[in-house]
């Protein structure tokens, strides 16, 4: 339970840049119910984390997570947690290539593109992850599925072709295969 309700609250802050990040630091800012107050906090908090910045609607993330009657479970965890799968945060790439001497192998704090669209009020919508891959799998769906009907027509006698031409008509037995007479062969 909150420090907030239980009167065991020894934090004290003006401003969210002030706040403890911890669970109690989040009550407070809250308690404030200001959606600016909160969205400064939230971005403290992930680059707190190691998490870097992305771009997307911060606002009404942010005035989603303070309330007059806060919901349960509700606190810094469940807001990390959600920063992430929002897109809103990202946690730091890593590289699997051997770094060189000095460089560092994960970025911490907010992004380029994010510091430009906070300082200019413009938020895109964030990134989703996985858009090129159902363009790709819906690709190969559709070779699967031709070339499963086309295997289920030979299997099944429906596709028939000469056999020496494979009814290309360039062996000049076209014809004959065409006519009938005797000398087709089916694959």
Not at 98 to 124: F, H, K, L, M
Not at 171 to 182: Q, R, T
């Amino acid at each position: 339970m909150c420090c907030l309700y239980t009167g065991g609250c020894s934090v004290k802050a003006a401003s969210p840049e002030q706040a403890p990040i911890d669970e109690d630091g989040f009550a407070l800012v809250a308690s404030w119910e200001n959606s600016t107050a909160m969205e400064v906090f939230l971005q403290r908090a992930a680059v707190a984390s190691g998490y870097n910045l992305g771009a997307g609607n911060w606002t009404a993330f942010a005035s989603s997570h303070w309330d007059t009657s806060p919901m349960k479970g509700a606190g810094l965890s469940a807001a990390l947690g959600q920063l992430l799968s929002l897109g809103l945060a990202e946690e730091p790439a890593t590289s699997l290539a051997p770094a060189a001497a000095g460089a560092p192998t994960t970025s911490a704090g907010p992004t380029d593109a994010a510091r430009r669209a906070a300082e200019n009020g413009t938020i895109p919508a964030p990134r989703r992850g996985f858009a090129g891959t159902w363009e790709l799998l819906a690709a190969i769906g559709g070779s699967l599925l031709i070339a499963c009907i086309a295997l289920v027509l030979v299997l099944t006698g429906k596709a028939r072709a000469c056999r020496c031409c494979g009814g290309a008509k360039a062996c000049g037995n076209a014809g004959a295969c065409a006519a009938g007479d005797g000398r087709e062969r089916v694959r």
